[in-house]
T-cell receptor, first 110, second 113 residues
Framework: EDKVVQSPLSLVVHEGDTVTLNCSYE??????LLWYKQEKKAPTFLFML????IEKKSGRLSSILDKKELSSILNITATQTGDSAIYLC??????????FGQGTELSVKP | NAGVTQTPKFRVLKTGQSMTLLCAQD?????MYWYRQDPGMGLRLIHY???????AKGEVPDGYNVSRLKKQNFLLGLESAAPSQTSVYFC????????????FGPGTRLTVT
């Protein structure tokens, strides 16, 4: 059965900390992995990862895919209160199906 | 360019009632999706469509039906609502495989009493 597991499920840090969020997947016909940020509304796109070992970076956020380990990590450096959100990862299947993990709820305290 | 819109934004139903949620996109996207989101459960895929006239089941399809008669619209139906269907429903769309991003609608909050 296809499965996506994110860890930790929740995390509380202080501003300036660095966090690493994990996503592991077991799906058939894997194409790519997507990361989204959700702040009390619709999710917004962060990254799409297709190739193993190539880091995608956007400001203080970065992500990398390890196809051998069937996993991905999302790093956030120098966290800010505006980073507080639920972070979702999801594998995109060949054929168009896209499912998500249960999310990591990040809370950044001032 | 409105992106992905959902109608209605909020709804309260009684158990056993039926309703249809409408998702519309004006980006000419081939793929469309319906998800539900419950606390601690992330987004769970209900049904999806890879083109006009085609639909497929996702992870939690029971109790829901869908139709994609026009490319820009994807309808989600609840024939006999149950309290377990209380949730926030998100619609999303994306272009064919070359597209990076899946665009989400603003969500519909449904309560079944």
């Amino acid at each position: 059965e296809d499965k996506v597991v994110q860890s930790p499920l929740s995390l509380v840090v202080h501003e300036g900390d660095t966090v690493t969020l994990n996503c592991s997947y077991e799906v058939t016909n894997f194409r790519s992995l997507l990361w989204y940020k959700q702040e009390k509304k619709a999710p917004t796109f962060l990254f799409m990862l297709t190739s193993s070992g190539i880091e995608k970076k956007s400001g203080r956020l970065s992500s990398i895919l390890d196809k051998k380990e069937l996993s991905s990590i999302l790093n956030i450096t120098a966290t800010q209160t505006g980073d507080s959100a639920i972070y979702l990862c999801g594998p995109w299947y060949q054929g168009g199906k896209l499912i998500f993990g249960q999310g990591t709820e990040l809370s950044v305290k001032p | 360019n409105a992106g992905v819109t959902q109608t209605p934004k909020f709804r309260v139903l009684k158990t056993g009632q039926s309703m249809t949620l409408l998702c519309a996109q004006d980006m000419n996207h081939e793929y469309m999706y319906w998800y539900r989101q419950d606390p601690g459960m992330g987004l769970r895929l209900i049904h999806y469509s890879v083109g006009e006239g085609t639909t497929a089941k996702g992870e939690v399809p029971d109790g829901y039906n869908v139709s994609r008669l026009k490319k820009q619209n994807f309808l989600l139906g609840l024939e006999s609502a149950a309290p377990s269907q209380t949730s926030v429903y998100f619609c999303a769309s994306r272009r064919r495989p070359a597209s990076y991003e899946q665009y989400f609608g603003p969500g519909t909050r449904l309560t079944v009493t």
